[in-house]
């Protein structure tokens, strides 16, 4: 089985945009244009920009919280493999891991800031030590397809 979650990437990389020009678009129109007069529902323009520049904040922030990375997930072959990187603002080094089936020794999943992030912590037995991986964020792979992969990730794991 192959997959990605670039439609899920994708889709948070064009709301980040839309936010930023939401915001760009209204400092035009707010100080250098000056089409609104304010007070606006009874608030000053100041305060319309501090509770617009706070949403523009959690919309790029959030991300970065819940550790958002693009994973591809692959076991078609000899190997299981993952590509992963950052996908926020500001994309992250690109990561590959690939573990030949035969040597691949388990995953643990773990759950971060209040369940808004999820991660895979795969392990392959090396000789007779076992070598544990960096975490992969899981949280923005849609739900069938994480019940899938830990499924597939289950079969592959040695039986104790």
Known sequence: MTFDNSKTIISLRIWLFFATIILI???????????INFPLLGLSETVWTLILVGIYLIVLLLPMIRNIQFVFFSDEGENIVFRYFHAGMVGGKKNSISIPKNSFAGF?????NLGLSASIILFQR???SLAKY????ITAIPKEQKEKMLNLLGRYSPKE
């Open 134 to 137: 960096p975490p992969i964020y």
């Open 25 to 35: 678009a209204w400092i035009i129109v707010a100080f250098i244009a000056k089409m």
């Open 108 to 112: 643990k999943t773990e759950k971060k």
């Open 126 to 128: 090396i000789g007779q």
